[in-house]
């Protein structure tokens, strides 16, 4: 079973300040998930990626497939950027369901 | 856009009750899951669905069952509902094609059991 793990698990910072979320798994996988959750509960799918980097706006995600690690960038952050944010892995039979980290409660203050 | 929706925001139910948690989803996406969130522990696999019938346990299954009898719909189903399923629970609904597995979640049920 792969364990996920995230850094760190509550983070704060102030509006404008470049953020770093970690990741990573223990056995191999055919893709990594990074996504957001708002108090309420729904959660967003932010990013798939099974190599590489990808951008979207301001979030960044990157993933290096043989040290099993990822990170989520955010660039100038905002206090609208404030959530859970989860790391999930899929399991290299790919349709099954996602492993998650616990999530990194991010407060971006103003 | 793609939407998965779960019946219930919030339920209460009493301890040995039979508890029905319904989800749908209009995309017609042949994969549905469903998780339960608690603190500190995150988001768990109960159950998972390939395709009408069909039914995989996931990380946590015990103490629960599911239902795929049309494709839109997979229902997670507590027989005896105990104080230790109290707990959110989280539908998702995806398409595996092409590497791609995208997975799209209801909004959540808050399921209280006393």
């Known amino acids: 079973k792969n364990e996920v793990e995230q850094s760190p698990q509550n983070l704060t910072a102030q509006e404008g300040e470049f953020i770093t979320i970690n990741c990573s798994y223990s056995v191999g996988i055919s893709a990594l998930h990074w996504l957001q959750q708002h108090p309420g509960g729904g959660i967003v799918s932010l990013f798939m990626?099974?190599?590489g980097k990808k951008k979207h706006g301001r979030l960044i995600a990157t993933i290096n497939i043989q040290e099993k690690h990822s990170s989520l960038h955010i660039t100038a952050s905002h206090p609208r950027d404030s959530a859970v944010y989860i790391c999930a892995v899929s399991p290299s039979r790919g349709a099954d369901g996602l492993t998650f980290g616990k999530g990194t409660h991010l407060i971006i203050q103003p | 856009d793609v939407k998965v929706t779960q019946s219930s925001r919030y339920l209460v139910k009493r301890t040995g009750e039979k508890v029905f948690l319904e989800c749908v989803q209009d995309?017609?996406?042949?994969?549905m899951f469903w998780y339960r969130q608690d603190p500190g522990l995150g988001l768990r696999l109960i159950y998972f669905?390939?395709?009408?019938?069909?039914?995989e346990k996931g990380d946590i299954p015990e103490g629960y069952s599911v239902s795929r009898e049309k494709k839109e719909r997979f229902s997670l189903i507590l027989e005896s509902a105990s104080t230790n399923q109290t707990s959110m629970y989280l539908c998702a609904s995806s398409l595996f094609a092409g590497g791609q597995n995208i997975q799209y979640f209801g909004a959540g049920t808050r399921l209280s059991v006393l």
């Open positions: 995309m017609d996406h042949e994969n």
């Open positions: 669905s390939y395709d009408v019938k069909m039914k």
């Open positions: 990626l099974s190599s």
